[in-house]
């Protein structure tokens, strides 16, 4: 059972990256994902989640309308599309979930993120780099 983060890089403000996060081991739809991302000397915290069906989806206010998460369940992947990236979103990004705390949706799908320390399964992490 694991995720599996890819995609980062290191690119100018404005462009644009896509992360992608592969489950294996366990059917993904059945669990809301979140990425989070920990910049140097800062701690961890989130910054879009979605639930099972790829219904629903949160993000926090510094990424919206910038970044869109989304899923393909036949893939067991869940995607972050981040445009207009600015320096500020310099990262190393993950993906996770939770057997327990992954059974969210609706209006409780933001719970996912505030559960940042108490998720059990987390990817590798992938480094995004905005700087001209």
């Known amino acids: 059972v694991q995720l599996q983060a890819s995609g980062g890089g290191s690119v100018q403000p404005g462009r644009s990256l896509t992360l992608s996060c592969v489950a294996s081991?366990?059917?993904?739809?059945?669990?809301?994902i979140g990425w989070f991302r920990q910049a140097p000397g800062k701690e961890r915290e989130g910054v879009s989640c979605?639930?099972?069906?790829?219904?629903?989806?949160h993000y926090v206010d510094s990424v919206k309308g910038r970044f869109t998460i989304s899923r393909d369940n036949a893939k067991n992947t869940v995607y972050l599309k981040m445009n207009n990236l600015k320096p500020e979103d310099t990262a190393v990004y993950y993906c996770?979930?939770?057997?327990?705390?992954?059974?969210?949706?609706?209006?409780?799908?933001?719970?996912?993120?505030?559960?940042?320390?108490?998720?059990?399964?987390w990817g590798q992490g992938t480094l995004v780099t905005v700087s001209s």
């Open positions: 996770a979930t939770d057997p327990v705390f992954g059974i969210v949706s609706g209006n409780r799908l933001p719970e996912l993120l505030w559960r940042n320390g108490d998720l059990e399964l």
């Open positions: 081991g366990f059917t993904a739809g059945e669990f809301a």
């Open positions: 979605i639930d099972g069906s790829g219904i629903t989806t």
